[in-house]
């Protein structure tokens, strides 16, 4: 283990840290040795390449496709296009997700995918290219289906990204009535559903003001209970960071800080995140912004600044033995997947803070994609079949209020109380009901089984659901 403010080395390796937390939290289990092994394993890693042409030449593309855990089938996880996707990323990405998916209580094994590329040095045509080729490689393979393998939008991918796939995989089955339940994370107009592309954002803020509305626990941390007037700094405004921020905001909380690929802005006083995007559209850069009080060129450094939350929402690995001392917020919660290591995460909880795990904090995304997915499976929008009806039915209500009390609402109360819910509210209904009980699940787990962090407490509701799971299927006595 490294001290503090030293150097992290280049040999980082992902997956193992999702493994040690397994461990760790294993010790809190009875289950079989066997048995938390093939829980540890990924079952399936397909990693394949294919050319391309770029220009007047080609080019060779490196992608993978994993398949964590068959405890539950489809398996389902994000595709993210970067140039530092390697097989240890998807493999741990691919562990995370089968953790998540059993935390709130969503029926699928975890799987991931990623291509080796940076998205911004291909044009469109050519980044279709390499999308449909991918689909068509998973699909050949059987990596893809509604009951098989269920992809997602991650980094660098969205909505664009997943209509292709979506497309590809229609072309290639003809006929089968349930083919756009091959991916979820699609546009509207191609029966995705509302609220999936704010979904993981708004999971994050969910998590967070669910954690600072347990009065003891801010009382420990030396905080007030509530996110009004909590002091956040968001590292990443893509869609997570941003939508993340956004809510967070709307909730109370104060937006001090924002860290980009670029560099980094603070002011005490709070930032107007759509100001800063707008600004960042008009000129590339988050810097240069005219009401940051303070500008940084390292990124890093942003993440160092005065706050009472951090919510890391872009890669791994950010927060390391290398600057975790540095880190002056009293709980770090976690949007992207695994953004702070292992020994970092033991040294800020053993000097008195707080980490709403990323296992549980960015778990929007896969929660709404369930929602998707079972929309896409029967055919029929959330809402659709009991909106009027329910409509109808208040307004009959209080007319007869009315009519009995002698009190006469305005058109706009009567509106506002008659109304039907949305697919949209509904969506939000059910991510926030997912956030609340799961989050309480799990600090119960911590509570009563000592195990002195939510990630570990998180682990161990994952691994007793999982197992349970192998168990029914008759594979363990």
Same mark, same amino acid.
């Given at each position: 283990?490294?001290?503090?403010?030293?150097?992290?080395?280049?040999?980082?390796?992902?997956?193992?840290?999702?493994?040690?937390?397994?461990?760790?939290?294993?010790?809190?289990?009875?289950?079989?040795?066997?048995?938390?092994?093939?829980?540890?394993?990924?079952?399936?890693?397909?990693?394949?390449?294919?050319?391309? &042409?770029?220009?007047?030449?080609?080019?060779?593309?490196?992608?993978?496709?994993?398949?964590?855990?068959?405890?539950?089938?489809?398996? &389902?996880?994000?595709?993210?296009?970067?140039?530092?996707?390697?097989?240890?990323?998807?493999?741990?990405?691919?562990?995370?997700?089968?953790?998540?998916?059993?935390?709130?209580?969503?029926?699928?094994?975890?799987?991931?995918?990623?291509?080796?590329?940076?998205?911004?040095?291909?044009?469109?045509?050519?980044?279709?290219?390499?999308?449909?080729?991918?689909?068509?490689?998973?699909?050949?393979?059987?990596?893809?289906?509604?009951?098989?393998?269920?992809?997602?939008?991650?980094?660098?991918?969205?909505?664009?990204?997943?209509?292709?796939?979506?497309?590809?995989?229609?072309?290639?089955?003809?006929?089968?009535?349930?083919?756009?339940?091959?991916?979820?994370?699609?546009?509207?107009?191609?029966?995705?559903?509302?609220?999936?592309?704010?979904?993981?954002?708004? /999971?994050?803020?969910?998590?967070?003001?669910?954690?600072?509305?347990?009065?003891?626990?801010?009382?420990?941390? /030396?905080?007030?209970?509530?996110?009004?007037?909590?002091?956040?700094?968001?590292?990443?405004?893509?869609?997570?960071?941003?939508?993340?921020?956004?809510?967070?905001?709307?909730?109370?909380?104060?937006?001090?800080?924002?860290?980009?690929?670029?560099?980094?802005?603070?002011?005490?006083?709070?930032?107007?995140?759509?100001?800063?995007?707008?600004?960042?559209?008009?000129?590339?850069?988050?810097?240069?912004?005219?009401?940051?009080?303070?500008?940084?060129?390292?990124?890093?450094?942003?993440?160092?600044?005065?706050?009472?939350?951090?919510?890391?929402?872009?890669?791994?690995?950010?927060?390391?033995?290398?600057?975790?001392?540095?880190?002056?917020?009293?709980?770090?919660?976690? /949007?992207?997947?695994?953004?702070?290591?292992?020994?970092?995460?033991?040294?800020?909880?053993?000097?008195?803070?707080?980490?709403?795990?990323?296992?549980?904090?960015?778990?929007?995304?896969?929660?709404?994609?369930?929602?998707?997915?079972?929309?896409?499976?029967?055919?029929?929008?959330?809402?659709?079949?009991?909106?009027?009806?329910?409509?109808?039915?208040?307004?009959?209500?209080?007319?007869?209020?009315?009519?009995?009390?002698?009190?006469?609402?305005?058109?706009?109360?009567?509106?506002?109380?008659?109304?039907?819910?949305?697919?949209?509210?509904?969506?939000?209904?059910?991510?926030?009901?997912?956030?609340?009980?799961?989050?309480?699940?799990?600090?119960?787990?911590?509570?009563?089984?000592?195990?002195?962090?939510?990630?570990?407490?998180?682990?161990?509701?994952?691994?007793?659901?999982?197992?349970?799971?192998?168990?029914?299927?008759?594979?363990?006595?």
């Amino acid at each position: 283990m490294t001290k503090a403010g030293e150097v992290i080395f280049d040999d980082y390796h992902f997956f193992n840290d999702v493994c040690q937390y397994v461990d760790q939290a294993a010790a809190f289990t009875n289950h079989d040795k066997g048995l938390l092994e093939q829980i540890k394993a990924c079952n399936s890693v397909y990693h394949l390449q294919f050319p391309i &042409k770029k220009g007047n030449s080609f080019e060779i593309i490196h992608a993978w496709r994993v398949q964590h855990s068959h405890h539950m089938l489809p398996t &389902k996880g994000g595709i993210r296009y970067s140039d530092i996707v390697n097989e240890d990323e998807v493999m741990a990405l691919a562990a995370l997700m089968t953790y998540k998916c059993a935390i709130v209580n969503v029926p699928f094994g975890g799987a991931k995918g990623g291509i080796k590329i940076n998205p911004r040095n291909y044009t469109a045509a050519e980044l279709e290219n390499i999308t449909r080729r991918y689909t068509v490689e998973l699909i050949k393979k059987n990596f893809i289906g509604p009951g098989i393998d269920v992809p997602a939008p991650d980094y660098g991918t969205g909505e664009r990204e997943m209509s292709w796939i979506a497309d590809t995989y229609l072309t290639m089955n003809p006929g089968s009535l349930d083919a756009l339940g091959c991916v979820t994370g699609k546009p509207i107009a191609l029966h995705g559903i509302a609220g999936r592309r704010e979904a993981t954002g708004r /999971g994050v803020a969910y998590a967070v003001r669910e954690c600072v509305s347990v009065a003891e626990d801010m009382k420990a941390l /030396g905080l007030t209970a509530g996110i009004n007037g909590k002091r956040i700094i968001v590292q990443g405004l893509g869609n997570v960071g941003f939508h993340a921020a956004k809510f967070l905001s709307e909730e109370g909380g104060i937006i001090v800080g924002i860290c980009e690929f670029d560099g980094a802005i603070y002011n005490v006083n709070g930032l107007d995140v759509n100001d800063v995007v707008k600004h960042r559209k008009e000129t590339g850069s988050i810097l240069g912004y005219a009401k940051a009080t303070s500008e940084f060129k390292n990124s890093a450094e942003g993440l160092e600044q005065d706050c009472d939350i951090l919510v890391p929402a872009a890669l791994e690995n950010q927060i390391t033995m290398a600057n975790v001392a540095r880190i002056k917020a009293k709980i770090i919660a976690e /949007g992207a997947n695994g953004p702070t290591t292992p020994d970092a995460a033991d040294f800020f909880i053993k000097n008195g803070g707080m980490i709403i795990p990323d296992m549980y904090a960015n778990a929007g995304g896969v929660t709404v994609s369930y929602f998707e997915w079972l929309k896409n499976l029967s055919h029929v929008a959330f809402g659709r079949m009991d909106r009027r009806y329910d409509e109808t039915n208040n307004l009959n209500i209080l007319s007869m209020i009315e009519s009995t009390t002698g009190v006469t609402l305005t058109p706009q109360q009567r509106a506002m109380i008659a109304k039907g819910p949305s697919e949209l509210e509904l969506v939000n209904s059910g991510l926030e009901d997912t956030m609340v009980r799961s989050y309480h699940e799990i600090r119960e787990i911590k509570n009563v089984k000592n195990t002195g962090s939510l990630r570990t407490a998180a682990f161990v509701a994952a691994v007793d659901k999982i197992a349970v799971s192998y168990m029914n299927m008759g594979i363990w006595p």
